[in-house]
């Protein structure tokens, strides 16, 4: 891969993070309130255990999402490093070089097409 090629990955993957991190920040922030204070009910009054169950669902999801862009800040780094290192576009299975059309899709993938479907069938 050259040079100028790495560079537009690196500022990709860059790019990515900030607005993955960003999303995160505000999930976090978001479901940090209380529940009163979320739900502009600052009142003394109780709510409705059904309000309570969905908020608790919606609080629950918004918390698996992070946690799922969490993991790939975490896999954006590695590509970082791997460009720091001269791994970048390369699968670490079978060392084939990643197609830039992939790459261009997930940035850091980390596995060509084929082992990818190889890891996925194996789970």
């Known amino acids: 891969m050259t040079r100028q090629e790495l560079i537009k990955y690196k500022k990709l993957l860059i790019k990515v993070r900030e607005s993955i991190a960003g999303d995160i920040s505000h999930i976090a922030k978001e479901n940090l309130k209380s529940q009163k204070e979320s739900s502009g009910d600052l009142s003394g009054y109780s709510f409705h255990m059904a309000d309570m169950a969905s908020d608790s669902y919606d609080r629950e999801l918004s918390l698996n999402i992070a946690g799922e862009e969490q993991e790939i800040v975490y896999e954006i780094d590695e590509a970082l490093k791997r460009i720091e290192e001269g791994k970048f576009g390369r699968c670490l299975s079978c060392d084939k ?19 990818k479907s190889k890891e996925e069938k194996n789970k």
């Open 97 to 115: 070089k990643i197609p830039q059309k992939r790459l261009n899709a997930v940035p850091y993938a980390k596995y060509c097409i084929q082992c």
